[in-house]
């Protein structure tokens, strides 16, 4: 339809250009020239029946046809310099110093100057910031990738697998709608995608459109909400009247939250009204559209629940998916993608490399090949190794290792008994990982040393004697130091903080000490980007009640420091001989060093990968 419109307006535009200039060449053609000197001479006979003199021209009408022609023109000249010409008897006549060149561009460069000037200042009115950002104030910020833009299939993607068999019915719908319309189904209105950050939502979403090949239109909730009111919910209805237009297609708001606040009776105030108008308007365009026509709307957040909910009752966002941390499956075949591109050793055990990247999303192990390929450009070697892999992960973890940290004699000797306090703990307990690997070289997060530990595989439930080992592996830092040196020091600070965190989780949430009872005494800390506050929990139970929660948690701790001091003392001299060897070599290995080797090791437990004397 706009295609013919443009026809139509060329068409009367040419047809228009055409008859005026017809009607100048007749014009034209109908006019005779004259010398003025000739003027003079129809003058002087009485042949011209009327003119019109101008500052530089005469125009007129004979009184007889001349050549056919009846109407005449004539440069003028002065009557002076004319009256003095006519007595030589020399045809003379009058003229301009600007030609019809000049006249023209003194005509049309102005309007050419002119035009270009007025489009560069309307361009950047429509796509600039600021004041002249008005004109486009509310047009959609969305960016549409086509399938060939997106370049995103779902074997792009890895490690979320019950994700992407959900999505793939919404690719199937978008290339065939017959087969559900014909029982009466449709595609749900609107999927949010839930989950940690870089756990490859976004990836998800372009994948979707990849596989069904149809226009992607994808904006951030932040980019709705502008300081004028109303221009969130334009906005919002540009958006989706530019997805009608293009359906089938994918509309895609990442980080949802910052439009779908849930709204409150004050939010009203304070600037809160902008964001609740555009709400509301994106609440209305959910109830307005209808889904057979071809549009899904995806959306991304990572906190949802701080979202309103009527955005999440059905019949708006009718699903939601969770897309969470992958498993040590799921971590090995993001691995794979990720190592597609990269040249990596023949001996690299991607599963191992998958044992030790606990809690690892794939925003987190896509930096991890890079970082490995990173460190195998920088030794100038010609594959990625399984050893630049381990130090990659130990650069995530714990940071890049600070050589030019000199530590005194007597605080390298501290740091190497602290964390063979730790590595013999972990190997002599029955439920805890096996050691990796332990170092004292100080790291740039603060550590002076580290204990890493590999789980044998991903833990979902824990028990109460498990939780016990790992009290007692974190506390088992600072027995070695009281048993070797008489004294403790702040090195087991952060062991001791996770301590105190495990043992009144046990009291207060899972009800596991018998003197406190079975109940839940606090709730879940507010979590917030996968992290939780620390000291921000509401008491809701009584002082005598807070008194035997502290002495319970207090009688936690102190078993397992006491059962660490124990386990220290049976093996000391294993303690004493592998710190010798951790002070001469600096990092040690279980190969090693036989006595931190796990030889029937327990059901594992999750363990913070590393365990930092600071």
């Given at each position: 339809?706009?295609?013919?419109?443009?026809?139509?307006?060329?068409?009367?535009?040419?047809?228009?250009?055409?008859?005026?200039?017809?009607?100048?060449?007749?014009?034209?053609?109908?006019?005779?020239?004259?010398?003025?000197?000739?003027?003079?001479?129809?003058?002087?006979?009485?042949?011209?029946?009327?003119?019109?003199?101008?500052?530089?021209?005469?125009?007129?009408?004979?009184?007889?046809?001349?050549?056919?022609?009846?109407?005449?023109?004539?440069?003028?000249?002065?009557?002076?310099?004319?009256?003095?010409?006519?007595?030589?008897?020399?045809?003379?006549?009058?003229?301009?110093?600007?030609?019809?060149?000049?006249?023209?561009?003194?005509?049309?460069?102005?309007?050419?100057?002119?035009?270009?000037?007025?489009?560069?200042?309307?361009?950047?009115?429509?796509?600039?910031?600021?004041?002249?950002?008005?004109?486009?104030?509310?047009?959609?910020?969305?960016?549409?990738?086509?399938?060939?833009?997106?370049?995103?299939?779902?074997?792009?993607?890895?490690?979320?697998?019950?994700?992407?068999?959900?999505?793939?019915?919404?690719?199937?719908?978008?290339?065939?709608?017959?087969?559900?319309?014909?029982?009466?189904?449709?595609?749900?209105?609107?999927?949010?995608?839930?989950?940690?950050?870089?756990?490859?939502?976004?990836?998800?979403?372009?994948?979707?459109?990849?596989?069904?090949?149809?226009?992607?239109?994808?904006?951030?909730?932040?980019?709705?909400?502008?300081?004028?009111?109303?221009?969130g919910a334009a906005r919002v209805r540009d958006l989706f009247e530019q997805a009608r237009q293009a359906a089938p297609c994918i509309i895609f708001i990442d980080e949802l939250d910052a439009l779908g606040r849930?709204?409150?009776?004050?939010?009203?105030?304070?600037?809160?009204?902008?964001?609740?108008?555009?709400?509301?308007?994106?609440?209305?365009?959910?109830?307005?559209?209808?889904?057979?026509?071809?549009?899904?709307?995806?959306?991304?957040?990572?906190?949802?629940?701080?979202?309103?909910?009527?955005?999440?009752?059905?019949?708006?966002?009718?699903?939601?998916?969770?897309?969470?941390?992958?498993?040590?499956?799921?971590?090995?075949?993001?691995?794979?993608?990720?190592?597609?591109?990269?040249?990596?050793?023949?001996?690299?055990?991607?599963?191992?490399?998958?044992?030790?990247?606990?809690?690892?999303?794939?925003?987190?192990?896509?930096?991890?090949?890079?970082?490995?390929?990173?460190?195998?450009?920088?030794?100038?070697?010609?594959?990625?190794?399984?050893?630049?892999?381990?130090?990659?992960?130990?650069?995530?973890?714990?940071?890049?290792?600070?050589?030019?940290?000199?530590?005194?004699?007597?605080?390298?000797?501290?740091?190497?008994?602290?964390?063979?306090?730790?590595?013999?703990?972990?190997?002599?307990?029955?439920?805890?990982?096996?050691?990796?690997?332990?170092?004292?070289?100080?790291?740039?997060?603060?550590?002076?040393?580290?204990?890493?530990?590999?789980?044998?595989?991903?833990?979902?439930?824990?028990?109460?004697?498990?939780?016990?080992?790992?009290?007692?592996?974190?506390?088992?830092?600072?027995?070695?130091?009281?048993?070797?040196?008489?004294?403790?020091?702040?090195?087991?600070?952060?062991?001791?903080?996770?301590?105190?965190?495990?043992?009144?989780?046990?009291?207060?949430?899972?009800?596991?000490?018998?003197?406190?009872?079975?109940?839940?005494?606090?709730?879940?800390?507010?979590?917030?980007?996968?992290?939780?506050?620390?000291?921000?929990?509401?008491?809701?139970?009584?002082?005598?009640?807070?008194?035997?929660?502290?002495?319970?948690?207090?009688?936690?701790?102190?078993?397992?420091?006491?059962?660490?001091?124990?386990?220290?003392?049976?093996?000391?001299?294993?303690?004493?001989?592998?710190?010798?060897?951790?002070?001469?070599?600096?990092?040690?290995?279980?190969?090693?060093?036989?006595?931190?080797?796990?030889?029937?090791?327990?059901?594992?437990?999750?363990?913070?990968?590393?365990?930092?004397?600071?």
């Amino acid at each position: 339809m706009d295609k013919q419109k443009k026809f139509n307006w060329s068409f009367w535009i040419m047809a228009g250009l055409l008859w005026l200039g017809l009607q100048l060449w007749l014009g034209y053609q109908s006019v005779m020239p004259l010398q003025y000197s000739e003027f003079l001479s129809y003058l002087e006979k009485g042949k011209v029946a009327e003119m019109t003199v101008t500052e530089s021209r005469v125009e007129g009408r004979l009184i007889d046809a001349v050549d056919g022609k009846e109407f005449f023109v004539v440069q003028r000249v002065d009557p002076d310099f004319a009256a003095e010409l006519e007595q030589y008897d020399v045809a003379f006549t009058g003229g301009s110093d600007q030609n019809w060149l000049t006249t023209v561009i003194s005509w049309v460069v102005p309007v050419l100057v002119f035009a270009v000037v007025w489009m560069f200042l309307m361009r950047r009115m429509s796509g600039g910031t600021g004041v002249g950002s008005l004109v486009n104030i509310g047009k959609s910020k969305a960016k549409v990738y086509l399938e060939t833009k997106t370049g995103v299939t779902f074997d792009d993607v890895a490690g979320v697998d019950e994700a992407k068999r959900e999505l793939q019915e919404i690719v199937s719908f978008l290339k065939d709608r017959e087969k559900y319309s014909r029982l009466g189904a449709h595609v749900p209105k609107g999927i949010l995608l839930v989950g940690p950050p870089g756990t490859g939502k976004t990836l998800l979403a372009r994948a979707v459109a990849g596989e069904a090949e149809v226009p992607f239109f994808s904006i951030s909730g932040s980019e709705f909400v502008e300081m004028f009111v109303g221009v969130g919910a334009a906005r919002v209805r540009d958006l989706f009247e530019q997805a009608r237009q293009a359906a089938p297609c994918i509309i895609f708001i990442d980080e949802l939250d910052a439009l779908g606040r849930a709204r409150s009776a004050v939010s009203g105030y304070g600037g809160g009204g902008e964001k609740e108008q555009t709400l509301n308007q994106l609440l209305s365009e959910l109830d307005g559209f209808d889904p057979r026509v071809g549009i899904v709307l995806l959306a991304a957040t990572n906190r949802p629940e701080i979202l309103d909910p009527a955005l999440l009752r059905a019949g708006r966002f009718d699903r939601q998916i969770a897309v969470d941390r992958p498993e040590r499956k799921g971590r090995a075949a993001i691995l794979a993608v990720h190592c597609k591109g990269v040249a990596i050793a023949a001996e690299v055990d991607l599963d191992q490399v998958a044992a030790i990247t606990t809690g690892f999303t794939g925003a987190d192990l896509a930096n991890l090949v890079n970082e490995a390929a990173i460190l195998a450009t920088r030794r100038e070697g010609d594959q990625v190794t399984m050893a630049d892999l381990t130090a990659a992960v130990e650069r995530i973890v714990a940071g890049i290792e600070r050589k030019s940290r000199v530590l005194s004699p007597a605080e390298r000797k501290r740091v190497a008994h602290h964390e063979m306090g730790h590595a013999l703990a972990a190997a002599k307990v029955a439920h805890a990982d096996p050691v990796h690997k332990v170092s004292i070289i100080p790291r740039s997060i603060g550590a002076l040393g580290y204990t890493m530990q590999r789980p044998t595989e991903d833990r979902f439930l824990i028990t109460f004697p498990e939780l016990k080992d790992r009290m007692i592996v974190l506390m088992a830092g600072r027995a070695a130091e009281e048993l070797i040196f008489g004294e403790i020091s702040t090195g087991a600070s952060d062991d001791l903080a996770k301590a105190t965190d495990i043992a009144r989780e046990c009291v207060t949430r899972f009800g596991m000490d018998a003197s406190v009872g079975q109940a839940v005494l606090e709730d879940k800390p507010g979590q917030f980007l996968g992290q939780y506050g620390r000291g921000m929990v509401a008491r809701d139970y009584a002082e005598e009640t807070a008194r035997e929660v502290d002495l319970a948690v207090r009688q936690l701790i102190e078993e397992a420091y006491l059962q660490a001091k124990s386990i220290l003392s049976e093996h000391l001299a294993d303690l004493k001989a592998g710190a010798d060897l951790l002070l001469e070599h600096e990092t040690i290995t279980p190969a090693e060093f036989a006595p931190i080797k796990r030889i029937a090791p327990g059901p594992p437990e999750m363990q913070e990968p590393v365990r930092a004397a600071q």
